[in-house]
DNA sequence: CGGCGACTTGAGATCTTTCAAGCTGCGTGG
DNA sequence: CCACGCAGCTTGAAAGATCTCAAGTCGCCG
């Protein structure tokens, strides 16, 4: 009954920030689809190929990417357990970016067939899940932000403490010690740099505020610390009504 | 009446992406709002305050941008005629960014409660709302993209191949020689550069592609050159159905 | 035990920033 | 009509951040 709950994880989280009718409620808890175990590294949904249907994280975390020509990767979008990765591709069914499995994981597909009956018989579901793609995106401007804007031990504080609040917010973890299996290589990709110098960022990282990964989990040592080499904020994560 | 042919474009944009019924479309047209004359380099609408309007850029260029601690700023959208600047700010009223001119334009701010009655009685509104948001989100992950793994030479050549492209598909001129009077620390606030490595790469294109800026307006002499600096593909845009 | 993926380290190259100064065009006040 | 001042553009030189290339280590799995 594990995919069950990833589905109540989605309408808890969408209830958090959105009235919904109780008949909407029921409707999206019937959602139902294809459980799919996916390998780590595997691509799931590639840019310019149209999709029938949108991923729930069940298990594990996705990431969304943009390639350029030279085939360097850049990540836009972490999905973890209980998010919708690709909402995006019910309105827009051909996406410009990709989908990867960054961990181990298992995704649930919803036909968009299924998710296009709720919203048509539930206006109400419409605006919640337009709410969660505004949500993505206030997320995205961050990342630009901070990407643009901030140098590298900076930008790797941020994405941890960000992935933490969140993992807390989804009732996963604790935002200073929570499972995530990231190579080196995947948190480059997330934050724009290389592999060898997020090497040595993590090195700083880990003498100034106690952040380590090991066997797939991250801890924080002195979150606050952490927190404050990010210039942490989560008010862009709009935790609350 | 030129505040009523901004609606009208932004109309036209919506039924471009999104099959929109006859009393959808006139309810829309009917929108009105306060029109503003807007200075240059004046800040709109600050993070963190709520708004109970949206903003439709009648004329000029607004540009969404978030703030670093030491003020350094990071532009992550830019808003040309017919573009509804923070649709977002409808189901979420408190935004965590911000929104200011780039050059002297008139907004037309539409009260969030007239647009959300023309919502509840035409939810297909809803829909194409909700698709716009994700286009937006399309461009904005492209961006963060390209500021995480291209060189200055290709960003400020995908951003000029991108203004162009939106222009020519808003009706307001060729992608090739467009009206943009754009400073280069804004470009650089768009890019994430300094305005120095900014003036120093604009040298390197005005002399590959013969890209300018003179009088407030942004002219190519080899557009394709541009475009394969940027290795620009426009199918993120998502200009048509 | 061998091999592979991930992590670590060093050294030099490259890109971008910083600081500093000078230039240019334009609007304003005298 | 001119002088001034300011915003924006340009340039140089040095510092700094990040990347590239290359090699070596570590731990785990077959």
Redesign the interface.
């Known amino acids: 009954m594990e995919y069950l709950s990833a589905v109540e994880l989605f309408v808890r989280r969408l209830t958090s920030r959105s009235k919904l009718e109780r008949p909407s409620i029921s409707a999206l808890l019937d959602l139902d689809g294809r459980l799919v175990p996916v390998q780590r590294g595997e691509d799931l949904i590639l840019p310019?190929h149209p999709v029938s249907y949108s991923t729930l994280v069940v298990r594990g975390v996705l990431g969304?990417?943009?390639?350029?020509?030279d085939g360097?990767?850049?990540i836009?979008?972490l999905h973890i357990p209980g998010d919708m990765a690709d909402l995006?591709s019910l309105?827009?069914p051909t996406?410009?970016?990709g989908i990867q499995s960054l961990v181990p994981s298992t995704t649930l597909q919803i036909p968009h067939e299924r998710l296009r009956r709720v919203?048509d018989s539930h206006?109400d579901v419409?605006?919640a899940?337009?709410?969660d793609?505004?949500?993505?995106?206030?997320i995205?401007?961050?990342?630009?932000?901070y990407?643009?804007?901030?140098d590298a031990t900076t930008r790797i504080a941020h994405l941890f403490c960000e992935l933490g609040v969140r993992m807390a917010f989804q009732g996963m973890a604790a935002k200073d010690d929570f499972p995530l299996a990231f190579t080196q290589a995947q948190i480059a990709d997330a934050?724009?740099l290389t592999t060898v110098h997020v090497n040595r960022t993590m090195a700083v990282l880990r003498a100034a505020c106690g952040l380590s990964i090991e066997k797939g989990r991250v801890m924080v040592r002195d979150w606050n610390v952490m927190a404050s080499y990010a210039?942490f904020d989560d008010?862009?994560l709009?935790m609350s009504r």
């Open positions: 310019g969304r990417f943009d390639q350029m020509l360097k990767r850049q836009t979008a995006h309105p827009i996406p410009s970016w919203l206006p419409a605006i899940f337009w709410r793609t505004v949500v993505d995106a206030s995205l401007a961050k990342w630009t932000a990407i643009g804007r901030a934050v724009g210039n008010s862009y709009l």
